[in-house]
């Protein structure tokens, strides 16, 4: 059982995510299947659907004045049960560090939603030799204390490029978070990849040892995209 999910960024309709809701309720598959909309898509449709729904930021505070914010119970009442943190969009036009994810993820975890954390390396630091020093510190400062978290895995520069990192390199990216989990004493953790994924490369990327689903982007805006993902895996 793998979790395929689906960051919608800033595209879509309301109609849109009801036609892909609707699509995903009749998919043959085991996998967990999520859907992040923009904040205003997000509905109560999630208890009727077969697919989860969740939000792609949050807010570290509860409520106040933080225009433009949302917090963590706002998304909890909207049926979502996940939302993601610490994007790299998030992180490279809002300046989020991995102490703001750190904070956000707590917020969602009190709400009783999960956050799906993003780490990653970009290209700079890829090119310095930095790869794995930046995943390791990203998962050892963006996960709180308590709580059931998932790790997304997504190498900055990959996303949306077309582009992806070499299985090996996948392999050792995910060993590593594998590991620092196990000493965090969260082995269970999953961990998704994401960047560049596609119905031609899905189910070669999940083969790789402790890839234990995917994060796609731009092919999970339609159903004929992001269905053959769902389906190639069991
Ligand atoms: P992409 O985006 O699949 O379009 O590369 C992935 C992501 O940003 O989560």
């Known amino acids: 059982m793998k979790i395929i999910a689906g960051n919608w960024k800033m595209n879509g309709t309301p ?3 009801r036609d892909m809701m609707a699509a995903l309720d ?3 598959t085991e996998n967990v299947m999520i859907i992040c909309p923009p904040f205003p898509m997000l509905c109560t449709c999630g208890a009727t659907h077969r697919a989860a729904l969740g939000a792609q930021d949050v807010s570290a505070h509860d409520h106040g004045a933080y225009t433009g914010d949302v917090s963590a ?3 909890a009442d909207t049926g979502a049960k996940y939302v993601i943190v610490g994007h790299s969009e998030r992180r490279q036009y809002h300046g989020e560090t991995n102490d703001v994810v750190r ?3 707590a917020a969602a975890i009190a709400a009783g ?3 799906i954390i993003c780490v990653g390396e970009t290209m700079a630091e890829r090119d310095a030799g930095q790869t794995m020093t930046i995943i390791e510190s990203g998962v050892r400062e963006c996960v709180p204390d308590g709580g059931a978290v998932i790790i ?3 190498p900055r520069w990959a996303i949306g490029a077309g582009l992806t990192p070499t299985r090996d390199e ?7 978070i594998a590991r620092t989990l196990d000493t965090m004493g969260i082995g269970t953790t999953p961990i998704l990849y994401g960047a560049s994924v596609k119905g031609n490369n899905a189910a070669e990327i999940m083969s790789i040892p402790h890839v234990d689903g995917v994060l ?4 999970s805006l339609k159903p004929d995209d992001f269905i053959p993902i769902i389906t190639s895996v069991k």
């Open 216 to 219: 796609v982007g731009g092919a």
């Open 73 to 75: 119970a706002m998304i």
């Open 152 to 154: 997304a895995y997504e």
């Open 103 to 105: 904070a956000k993820a």
């Open 170 to 176: 996948i392999a050792a990216a995910h060993d590593l």
């Open 26 to 28: 009749n998919v043959d």
């Open 113 to 115: 939603l999960t956050p």
């Open 15 to 17: 109609a849109a995510l």
